[in-house]
């Protein structure tokens, strides 16, 4: 079940991820291209890349909790024994859990009014660009739990160990 999870999960953001960078990219460009050389503009370019920014960047956190990618500062954990490192990890990812539940939930509970505001140039709901923040959330949590229930039956991998 992981197995099918991670393969279906990494399959669908990353063609996200890349097919909202190449239509960033290529919308970026344009305006820039037209912008300087022709003396046009693409009204909508601009709100269009700061939403994808924002998108990519919930995505790329997902990911990121998947390989265990983020930023952390472990000097002290690594200088407990394995058992403290692991209920030290434990504790981490159910903080992280808690954290994405909150904001998830709390997005969800605004989503119905910001489903009513449009963005002034795209004329799309801003409730839309929103729904990255819950998705992103239930991503990350399931990956968690994973990782929870992994620590749980076999400790911390050898490669983890600093």
Excluded: C
């Excluded at 700061?50 to 960047?57: G, P």
């Excluded at 929103?130 to 229930?149: E, H, K, N, T």
Aim: proline content about 2%; aromatic content about 12%; glycine content about 6%.
């Amino acid at each position: 079940m992981k197995k099918i999870f991670y393969k279906w999960s990494e399959g669908l953001l990353t063609s996200l991820i890349i097919l909202i960078f190449i239509a960033m990219t290529v919308i970026v460009f344009s305006q820039v291209v037209l912008r300087y050389g022709f003396g046009m503009n693409i009204s909508w370019a601009d709100e269009f890349s700061r939403f994808s920014m924002v998108w990519l960047a919930f995505l790329g956190a997902a990911v990121g909790i998947k390989y265990s990618e983020h930023t952390r500062i472990d000097f002290f954990i690594n200088l407990l024994p394995l058992k403290g490192r692991v209920i030290i990890e434990i504790i981490n990812k159910i903080i992280m859990i808690i954290f994405m539940l909150i904001i998830s939930l709390y997005t969800i509970l605004t989503l119905e009014n910001s489903l009513k505001l449009m963005t002034p140039a795209l004329q799309i709901p801003t409730g839309l660009i929103q729904l990255i923040i819950p998705f992103s959330g239930i991503v990350m949590i399931i990956y968690l739990i994973i990782q929870i229930v992994d620590l749980i039956k076999y400790g911390i991998a050898k490669e983890e160990i600093v």
